[in-house]
C-alpha cells in the first residue's frame, strides 16, 4: 500500500479527527544511520543488536515554538510526543490504548479519567487532574489542537485524580481525542516556556543547543539523546539529511511525493 493510501485509511479510521492531527498520526520517519556504540567483544552469533544508538540528530524550526501549545509547524510538532504523552495513545490499528491515564470509564456522553499515583512527569512528579485540566484548556486554543479539542464540551476535575471529560456529541472513538499532551500546570505559558512533560525524553538546554534527554527509568528507546539542529527552510531538509547534518526528520507526505534518500522510511 503506498504511504498516501495509508494516511487516507487512517484518516477513514479516525474521522473525528482534525486535518492537522491526522497529519500528525501519518507522518513517516527518514532515518540515516545515528551515531552508534559498539560493544568491544560482542558474540557474533548471538541474537541480540551488537549495535546500540547512543545519540541522534533532528531539526527543528528555530522560528517556531518548542510548547506543544504555541507551535504551529508540523516540524516541530512532530517532536511533542517524544516529550509529551497524552491520556490515550494510538495504536497501529488507529485505537486508543491508555498512556497517561490509570483506567477509565464511559458513559453515554462522558469518559472518567482515573490517574496514576506514581510520578509521571519528568521531574518525578504525579500527574494530577489539574495538569489534565490545565493541558486541556491549552489545547483548546492552540493552532494544532484546537479542531481536535472542539468536539469536547468541558474537562472537569472531580478529584485530585480523576477527571471527567463532557463531549458535545456522542463521537465515535472519542478516546483518540484525548491524546493531547499532558503538561504540568502552569508550565506551558509562553511560546518560549519548555513545559514539563509525560513523555520518554525531556529537555535538556544549554546556550549552544537544545537536547532531548530520555528520562530516568525509561528503556524502550536505543536513543539516549536526540540534539536538535535548527533550519530556516523546509526545502533544505533532505539535503541536511543526506549529508548527515541531521539523522532523520518528519515528514507528513501530503505536500508530494518524497525523493530517493538514500536512508530508510518508515510509519510513526
Do not use: H
Amino acid at each position: 500500500m503506498s504511504m498516501k493510501k495509508q494516511a487516507d485509511a487512517a484518516a477513514r479510521r479516525v474521522s473525528g479527527f482534525s486535518k492537522g492531527v491526522l497529519l500528525f498520526l501519518c507522518f513517516a520517519l527518514l532515518f540515516t544511520a545515528c551515531a552508534r556504540e559498539t560493544p568491544g567483544d560482542a558474540d557474533e552469533t548471538s541474537e541480540e543488536p551488537l549495535l546500540t544508538r547512543v545519540s541522534c540528530k533532528t531539526a527543528y524550526f528555530s522560528s517556531d515554538s518548542l510548547n506543544p501549545y504555541f507551535c504551529t509547524t508540523s516540524l516541530n510538532a512532530s517532536l511533542m510526543p517524544m516529550v509529551y504523552a497524552g491520556l490515550f495513545s494510538v495504536q497501529r490499528d488507529g485505537t486508543a490504548e491508555p498512556d497517561v491515564a490509570a483506567s477509565y470509564t464511559e458513559s453515554e456522553n462522558e469518559v472518567k479519567i482515573v490517574l496514576p499515583t506514581t510520578g509521571v512527569f519528568s521531574d518525578g512528579s504525579a500527574v494530577t487532574a489539574n495538569d489534565v485540566v490545565y493541558s486541556f484548556e491549552k489545547a483548546k486554543s492552540s493552532a494544532v489542537y484546537a479542531q481536535q479539542m472542539s468536539g469536547i464540551a468541558e474537562a472537569k476535575a472531580d478529584s485530585p485524580l480523576e477527571v471527567t471529560f463532557s463531549f458535545s456529541d456522542k463521537l465515535p472513538d472519542r478516546l483518540l481525542l484525548l491524546t493531547f499532551p499532558i503538561v504540568k500546570n502552569q508550565t506551558a505559558e509562553t511560546a518560549d516556556a519548555r513545559p514539563i512533560g509525560t513523555g520518554q525524553y525531556r529537555w535538556t538546554e544549554s546556550e549552544d543547543e537544545t537536547v532531548l534527554t530520555l528520562c530516568a527509568g525509561e528503556s524502550e528507546s536505543q536513543i539516549e539523546t536526540v540534539r536538535l539542529i535548527p533550519v530556516s527552510d523546509s526545502s533544505n531538509l533532505m539535503y541536511t539529511l543526506q549529508t548527515g547534518e541531521i539523522d532523520f526528520f518528519v515528514s507528513d507526505l501530503f505536500g508530494g511525493r518524497l525523493g530517493r534518500t538514500g536512508g530508510q522510511m518508515g510509519d510513526i
